[in-house]
């Protein structure tokens, strides 16, 4: 496994691009409620992406191997929806969930960042999850220091989400990040404290946990890129890219309109 240590110039760059991509999800903010499609949106982000803010967007047409290239600027994976959804004509209706995945490049660095957002009044239970989930991807975000182990974050996560009745997807992860949209280390949101690889500045990737209301077993539909739970219970999302420093961490993927951290991360 080779880790790539990003120099400050580096982490500045990636800092810009993962602005842009945190501004592209405040922009779709207004614009996701009851009667819009995921198609809709996804134009609106195409063309923020490409023509205001002259980027150019990681997942148009991104093909890993084994998977058709993927359609759009952004994933929207609605309610049971885990991660990987394909904008479609389907409008959202009121009491709906959401991610959006959002990844810009700019001056080839990847920005990568998703959201929750919650279509008109959402129930108790979907607000729940999404509150939960985001407060997830911060207790792993607060384990981030030097000498600390990829371990603890995902220690961190499922300790926090499995008593409250939630389940964690296994399946995918955090990702290094950079000039490459995916890179070592493989970032995993269970685990042990105290294994995988130790933590060293100038590492950079991403935390973004997928988690269910129900259980934690996921299905692939037939287009190749869109993952569902199998019993179809909720599923939310967060994701912010992270930089590891001398001291702590810095969060690469903040915006002016990015939710504020929990209660529980002190300033």
């Known amino acids: 496994m080779t880790i790539q240590i990003k120099t400050p110039a580096d982490i500045e760059g990636m800092r810009i691009a993962g ?14 409620k009851a009667g819009v499609t995921t198609q809709q949106l996804d134009d609106i982000a195409r063309h923020h992406i490409l023509e205001v803010q002259g980027a150019i967007s990681a997942t148009i047409g991104y093909q ?50 998703s959201r929750m957002y919650i279509v008109g009044e959402g129930s108790i239970a979907a607000k ?47 990702h290094g990040v950079g000039k490459k949209f995916h890179e070592e280390p493989q970032v995993l949101h269970y685990g042990r404290p105290g294994t995988l690889e130790e933590l060293v500045p100038g590492m950079v990737f991403t935390i973004e946990p997928m988690i269910n209301a129900g259980r934690r077993e996921i299905k692939e539909l037939p287009d190749g890129w869109t993952i569902v739970t199998k019993d179809r219970s909720l599923s939310a999302q967060w994701e912010h890219t992270i930089a590891v420093t001398e001291t702590g961490y810095d969060i690469l993927t903040l915006s002016a309109g990015s939710p504020p951290p929990p209660a529980f991360i002190k300033a």
């Open 128 to 174: 729940r999850l999404c509150q939960f989930t985001y407060e997830a991807m911060w207790k792993g975000i607060a384990k981030v220091k030097p000498g600390a182990r990829l371990g603890d974050i995902g220690h961190a996560i499922q300790s926090y989400a499995e008593p409250a009745g939630f389940s964690v997807v296994r399946e995918f992860c955090g």
């Open 19 to 32: 602005r842009l991509a945190s501004e592209v999800l405040d922009l779709l903010t207004a614009h996701v």
């Open 64 to 113: 890993p191997p084994g998977y058709p290239p993927f359609p759009a600027a952004i994933c929207t994976s609605v309610n049971h929806t885990v991660c990987h959804g394909i904008p479609n004509d389907r409008p959202l209706k009121n009491g709906d969930i959401l991610n959006i995945d959002c990844t810009v490049i700019k001056d080839g660095w990847h920005g990568d960042t």
